[in-house]
């Protein structure tokens, strides 16, 4: 006689801080490959710097961001959690949502708010669906459940997945999510030994504007310097917060994170960071912060208090670019937009979302403008990388 057992019950539990899950426990499903004291490959998702967000109130209340962070246990053992927060705007997520909105507020409905798994103000790829390994089917399944039942019981318009991973795009897709394609400027290291190999790969006018371009940002009559870890000091961050104020305001109009986020970072993520500042007659003029994950370096913000020529330049890409080579790391994804990205060297690659929409007319809709600005995307993508500056033999070599 054979004995049927029924599967191990998963239950999904709705958190409103991150102080309520165990580091451990987060950071299992979130960074499990740190346990070879290697970096995490996505260190906006651990525990440490998604708990630096909400710490210095750069989430919560009155931020349109309410943390509703999701986990998954089987057999009172966390298995899987995501980063879910309620949203009231559509601020700081940079995949944009603004004309559904408009149109769902058109139609009589209440677009806001709704649900999204996202690291706040971070157009950085990386799982979002954290799980540990060996859960990862069942991990993902049971919060995209989790995550689409709490926006049905709220009567909530749409659940939203920002800058996933490909793999879990196709899996989102396969279980009923509608997928979306949008692009980024990535740079990748084929193997470079020296930023000169990278520009032996390029065309022969592209080489020379960026040697100019690099000479003209080194004369700006001071010193930059690459900072992190124990290097970076409190009076850093009081430049890079000057920075930041005044490139928030021109973007955004007031910035999202607050100044006790970089107070925090000083505490526990200085490790993560590598901050590149120009210094000119004893002064900090201006700066480029980025994330140190394992294979990847982020570029997160920029800001001056003095304008140089093409001192944008070298911080935010070319100081990265070198970091990356020294490290032997194997890109640098330079945040979002820039088309003036695509002749420095950074190549458009495709970005992905999931997405439900609660009513079945609308999400139709939405599916099918997804078709076409896929279509879209894809051919801007095709022509961009054509016009990039590499060799075409080089190109191809690598592609």
Known sequence: MSTQTDAPTIAITMNGSLSQIAPADWDACACPEVADGGRADDPFTT??????????????????????????????????????????????????????????????????????????????????FLTRPGFEVEGLSALVQGAIQVAADNELSSLHVTFCTEAEAIAGERIGLLRRYTQQYHWENRGYNSFEAFLADLSSRKRKTIRKERERAQAFGGTIHQLTGDQIQPEHWDAFWEFYQDTGARKWGTPYLTRRFFDIAQERLRDDILLVLAERDGRWVAGAMNVIGRDTL??????????????????????????????????????????????????????????????????????????????????????????????????????
């Open 298 to 399: 982020f570029g997160r913000y920029w800001g001056c208090v003095e304008d140089h020529p093409c001192l944008h330049f070298e911080l935010c890409y070319y100081q990265a670019m070198d970091y990356a080579i020294a490290h032997g790391m194997k890109r640098v994804e330079a945040g979002a937009q820039g088309d003036h990205k695509l002749s420095r060297g950074y190549l458009p690659v495709y970005t992905h979302s999931l997405h439900w929409i609660g009513d079945p007319g609308f999400s139709e809709a939405v599916a099918r403008f997804l078709d076409a600005e896929a279509r879209a995307v894809g051919e801007d993508i095709e022509i961009l990388t054509s016009y990039g500056p590499f060799r075409k033999d080089t190109l191809e070599e690598h592609q």
């Open 47 to 128: 525990h440490r710097f998604l708990s630096a967000f909400e710490e210095s109130r750069s989430v919560g209340t009155g931020t349109g961001w309410d943390p509703r962070y999701l986990t998954a246990e089987m057999d009172g053992r966390v298995i899987a959690c995501a980063p879910l927060y309620a949203k009231s705007h559509s601020q700081g997520e940079y995949i944009f949502d603004h004309n559904w909105a408009h149109a769902w507020e058109r139609a009589g409905g209440r677009y806001y708010p709704k649900l999204q798994i996202a690291v706040p103000f971070t157009p950085a790829t990386g799982r979002r």
